[in-house]
């Protein structure tokens, strides 16, 4: 597998499962940021697929968050604001999708990750899932993902999540919250039942899930801009003093 990672589409039964690798847990560049929004995009103009199932690939993490080597290099304002951009994009393809997407969570979800959970529509989780926001601990926050996690989970539930930077939410909490939708003992299990689901799923009226969809992301349409505002916030935090001094002990460990 490519050190560069990769996006993976794969069509059956009128499902497109969406995959996503990249050997640093799952993280993401800014290219496969990229690619993973045009990924979604795309799907808008297939009248073959009702469905988007998201995944990532490997057993152990579901998603690492943006890109860590990346976040190192943010020397400006503006290559910050891009930076962060990048899940703000994604976030927005999602909620304009006009396919209904379902989350399959096989491992933990950090930052960027617990967004991405956040934005689909109904999840499938395993019992080992927990999830973290950590962003504070190093100087910025979740800006970017806040409205989709807000929307998802509450504002109490988001602002605990964000104040305890450094500690882990079990997946039955993230369940409790309405993060994950169901929750299963082992992939295989979660598997099963999302297969089950989606085949049920995508048999339905493409016209009725689709306004379903629509409905059900009333109210967001002014996120195309709040989201590039929230990551110009992140894209000068990440230039402080603190965040430096954060970032430098991190990649000391």
Same mark, same amino acid.
């Given at each position: 597998?490519? =050190?560069?990672?990769?996006?993976? $589409? ?15 847990? @799952? ?18 103009? @297939?009248?073959? !697929? ?8 490997? =057993? ?27 899940? *703000?994009? !994604? ?11 379902? #989350?399959? !969570?096989?491992?933990? /979800?950090?930052?960027?990750?617990? #967004?991405?959970? %956040? ?37 109490? *539930? ?18 409790? @919250? ?15 039942? $999302? @297969?089950?689901?989606?085949?049920? $799923? ?28 929230? *990551?110009?916030?992140? #894209? ?9 001094? /954060?970032? %430098? ?5």
């Amino acid at each position: 597998m490519s =050190e560069q990672g990769h996006i993976w $589409l794969h069509i059956k039964n009128h499902t497109a499962f969406v995959s996503f690798y990249h050997s640093a847990s @799952n993280s993401f560049p800014g290219h496969l940021l990229a690619e993973l929004t045009q990924t979604i995009s795309n799907l808008n103009d @297939n009248n073959d !697929v009702n469905l988007i199932v998201l995944q990532s690939e490997g =057993e152990r993490a579901f998603c690492a968050g943006a890109s860590f080597d990346e976040l190192l290099q943010v020397d400006n304002e503006q290559t910050g604001e891009k930076f962060f951009s990048g899940f *703000a994009n !994604v976030i927005n393809a999602m909620r304009k999708s006009s396919k209904i997407i379902i #989350g399959r !969570v096989q491992g933990k /979800a950090v930052g960027g990750g617990v #967004g991405l959970v %956040a934005a689909c529509d109904y999840v499938f989780a395993v019992e080992s899932a927990s999830v973290k926001l950590s962003e504070l601990a190093i100087g910025i926050g979740p800006f970017v993902i806040e409205p989709a996690v807000s929307r998802k989970i509450g504002v109490p *539930a988001m602002s605990e999540m964000t104040l305890e930077a450094e500690t882990w939410k079990t997946a039955e909490w993230a369940k409790d @919250n309405k993060l994950f939708t169901q929750l299963f003992t082992s992939i295989s299990e979660m598997d099963e039942a $999302l @297969n089950a689901f989606c085949d049920r $799923l995508s048999a339905y009226n493409p016209e009725a899930l689709y306004e379903m969809k629509k409905a059900m992301w009333q109210g967001t349409d002014h996120w195309d801009d709040l989201l590039i505002e929230r *990551a110009k916030i992140s #894209g000068r935090l990440v230039l402080s003093d603190f965040t430096r001094n /954060a970032l %430098a002990k991190f990649k000391q460990k």
